[in-house]
């Protein structure tokens, strides 16, 4: 199991910019995908984008493909996630992920971190 440790979430204007961090603890194996989710009041987890450990191979949801950028450092053991020309729309619980399956419909995953608010206002 992977422990995760999300940091960076907050308030912003619409239009902004925030960078969320992931540190994980445990082994992470190098075909793991991990990534985020987030997830809005009343509204279901989706998946916002995913990256391969091994060879950074990333994916993105069509709702943020342009304005987030995921990236990871294996030496330290930690992922990012770069989001840009931030939207109301995106306010949400962000939860980071390790060992992800299926991104491509819907997804889920093994390791999950505490999760963090990201709030846009207009």
């Known amino acids: 199991q992977v422990q995760l440790v999300e940091s960076g979430g907050g308030l912003v204007q619409a239009g902004g910019s925030l960078r969320l961090s992931c540190a994980a603890s445990?082994?992470?194996?190098?075909?793991?995908?991990v990534g985020w989710f987030r997830q809005a009041p009343g509204k279901e987890r989706e998946i916002v984008a995913a990256?391969?450990?091994?060879?950074?191979?990333?994916y993105y949801s069509d709702s943020v493909k342009g304005r987030f950028t995921i990236s990871r450092d294996n030496v330290n053991n930690r992922q990012y996630l770069q989001m840009n020309s931030l939207k109301p729309d995106d306010t949400a619980v962000y939860y980071c992920?390790?060992?992800?399956?299926?991104?491509?419909?819907?997804?889920?995953?093994?390791?999950w971190g505490q999760g963090t608010q990201v709030t846009v206002s207009s």
């Open positions: 990256i391969t450990w091994n060879d950074g191979s990333t």
């Open positions: 992920a390790a060992d992800i399956w299926s991104y491509g419909s819907g997804g889920s995953a093994a390791s």
């Open positions: 445990g082994r992470i194996f190098s075909s793991y995908v």
